[in-house]
Each structure stands twice: as C-alpha cells, then as structure tokens.
C-alpha cells in the first residue's frame, strides 16, 4: 500500500469516525464566537444610539442574519439550503429595519404595535423553520444534488435538437417583437413620466401564462447560449429583445429568477462548460453587479434609494394588514391546491393569493405575497408551524424533483429564492409547468 493510499484512507476514516468533522467543528465555534463578540459590540452600540424601543428586534435580526452569513462560507455543502434561508430571511426583516432608522412605513399605514408585532412573528417562523428543517435535511449535499442535476441538465441541452433552440429562440422574439409594440403604441414620453411598472399590463408577461413560458423559456435558451457556441449569437439576441421592453416599463421580477437560475449554473458547471477563471469572475462580479443593477432600478426610476429594497419591504406588509385589520380571504392552503389545476377542471373558483389580497384594495402599492401571510390566514394561532410545514414540504419536493431528474436544480433555485414574495402553490405552480416546458424542448422526436 502506498503513502498515497494510507493517506486517503486516513482521510475516509476521518470523515467516517468524526475526526475531520470535529477540526472543521471547532474551527467554526471559533470563527461563531467571534462573530457573538461582534454582535455583542454591535448591540452595546446600537443601546447607546438608538435607545427606542426595538432595538433589541433589530439586534436579533442582524445577528441572525449574520449568522447565517457567516454559516454560509462555514458549510459549503449546504450553502444553497443557507442561502435560501438567507434570502427568505431579507424579505421578513427589512419593513422592521426601513422602518426603525428611517421611518418610513407603507400603505395601509398598520401601527408600530401591529408592525412590531408581525415582524416578531416573521422572525420566529423564519428561525423555526430553518431549525427543523436543518434537522430533516443534516446529511444532505446540496452542493453535489446542484452539481449532479446541473450537469444532467446541461447535457440535455447539448443534446437537443437544433430545432429546439430555434424554436424557442423564435418564442423568444416574438414576445419581444410584441412587448415593443405595446411599447411604441404607450409611448416612451408616457413610460418614463408614469410609475415604475404602471404600463406592465399591456405587455404579454402581465398574463401569469405568458409569464411561466417567458421564465422557463428564457432559462432554456440562457442555458443554450452557455453551452451551444454555435446557436449563441441568436440565443443572446432573442434574450435582449425579449426582456428589454419589459425592463423598460419597471418590471423586473421575473428576469431576476432567470438571472438566479443561470448563476446556479455558472456556479455548478465543469471545465468542459466553463474555466475556472471566467466561473469565479462570473459569480463573484458579474452576476453581484447585475443584481445590484436589476435591485436598483426602482430607486433610479423614483429617484429615491430606499425604493431599491421595495422588493423585501413590500411583501409583509400583507401580514401586517391581515394582523391589523379583521378581514376575511377566501384561500387556505388546501383551497390553494386547485390552482395546479387548469380552471376548467376545478371543481372550486380559486384565486391565488396576492390578486385576493389587492382586488381588497387595502393598499396603493404590489406586495405580491407572503408566505407567512398565507400560514397566517390557514391558522393565526398556529402561524410559525403552518410556515415551518409548507417551507420543508416545498424544500422537498424541490430535492426530489431535482434529484430523480423531473426539474432542474437551477429553475428550482430560481424559484423558490423568491418565496418571500410569493406562496406555497404559486411557487409550486411555477415550477412544475415550467419543468414540463422545459422538458419539451430537451426531449429529442423521433420519427419512425
């Protein structure tokens, strides 16, 4: 047996019988113990200049965003599974902490009692959720189920037919065609004179349809122009002409999930896709760039930068209207189901949640929805275990679609990286019908 040979061995033993698993543990008490000091610093000093009451709230919620910060960069086997908590984390602290060192509060304007209380709430659910599902999901590699389905994936796409490519290139270009259309006939004087997104209903992707075949289309063809030189000119193209009028007119949502879903990709693809050099370059300063870009256009549109962060603020203050004001919305959790039902087979009229919560009319701006907003309406009592259940049950079906090959981790990732805007059968809607668009344009036809 060779030095080599023993050495490995060592190793394996190691991992097997805890011996690496212990250094590593170590290594990161210390690193979390001086984070604690940190955020001791960071408290003392928050008492000593913003003595109102809260503090201790923005405290926790800096700690724990911190936390998972820094568990992020500890665990890299799971840092897609920490990076979804993180993500979730922003959109249920940031209405609290706009609020505490700005003052600035939205419509319909709850009171500091009901905007403390909701945001309180939210955290525990958030910290609830991430706990047991740490536990449920402790020996999973989310780092090598990404790799794994990525690799499949992109495979698929190198495989598909030409036509493939053209055709949903072609898809592509049309709605674009059709978006600067509507473009031309508002007017560019009206665009920039209105509201962010005032015009977005007179473009195709205002019909939530047009909206799954614009993402999942977009996030094939993305992909295409990664791993098909040759097809690359007219996948970047179609890409541009697509979104371009869409981001004309404010709207953005929908091209940051195909944004997420191809840095999933940068980030889990080989050598044969991508060097190294251009990998790290990609997601270490292009992709933070581009989000930054695609954050901040709300705040360049209404000149205001707070209104960068609108898309974390916005959501929970659908909480806060249903824990400030006793109000009624047909929809639970179970009614929610039929929506993966087209609405000729549902025995039920069911609307997803945020168009019930705007035809309210409580509110001047979009909040979309809000995930412990819907565990809210399914029991008020019981709001922190309704969350908790629906975010591991969603977490799951996201592990084993990707795993048995049925949806990409990627669209995935893409997705679910904006539940804190959304709810539990939207999300699942998304993903299940833009799987299967997907899938009909990797699928090769054979004709006997």
Known sequence: ?????????????????????????????????????????????????????????????????IFLGVLLFLDLKKWFFTA???????????????????????????????LYSGSV?????????????????????????????????????????????????????ILGAIGWVNVGQIGLEAIIANERRAYISDLPIADHNIRLIYTAVSIFIALAALARRRERPITIASLIICWSPVLLVGSRHFLVVTLIAFFLAIASSDESIISTKNRRIFVFAVFPVSLLVMLSIAAIWRRNAISSLNEFILPQYMLFSLMGKNISIPYDSFRGFWLMFPNFVRPVKVVDLGTLFKNLGMTSVGVGANPVAAAYLDSPGHTILFFSVTTILLLLIVYYLGKFRLAPAILSGGLIFIFGRSDFWVVLWFLVYSAIVIKLFITRIRIQ
Do not use: C
């Not at 979730?88 to 509060?105: D, K, P, S, V």
């Not at 990525?150 to 493939?164: G, V």
């Open 121 to 173: 709430l939210s955290l525990k659910a958030i910290i609830s959720g991430f706990i047991i599902s740490s536990i449920i999901f402790i020996n999973t590699d989310w780092n090598a189920w990404m790799q794994s389905s990525t690799h499949s994936f992109i495979q698929q796409i190198q495989r598909a037919p030409r036509y493939s490519i053209y055709t949903g290139a072609l898809i592509l270009l």
């Open 84 to 114: 979804f908590w993180l993500a979730l984390t922003l959109y249920h602290i940031m209405a609290w902490l706009i609020f505490f060192f700005r003052g600035i509060m939205f419509s319909p304007f709850p009171s500091i009692d009901i």
């Open 1 to 65: 047996m060779t030095a080599t040979d023993l050495k490995t061995r060592k190793l394996a033993a190691g991992k097997v019988f805890g011996v690496i698993p212990m250094r590593r543990t170590i290594r990161n008490l210390v690193i979390l113990g001086m984070s604690v000091l940190f955020l001791m610093f960071l408290y003392t000093f928050s008492s000593i200049y913003w003595p109102e009451a809260g503090k201790l709230l923005v405290f926790i919620q800096f700690a724990w965003f």
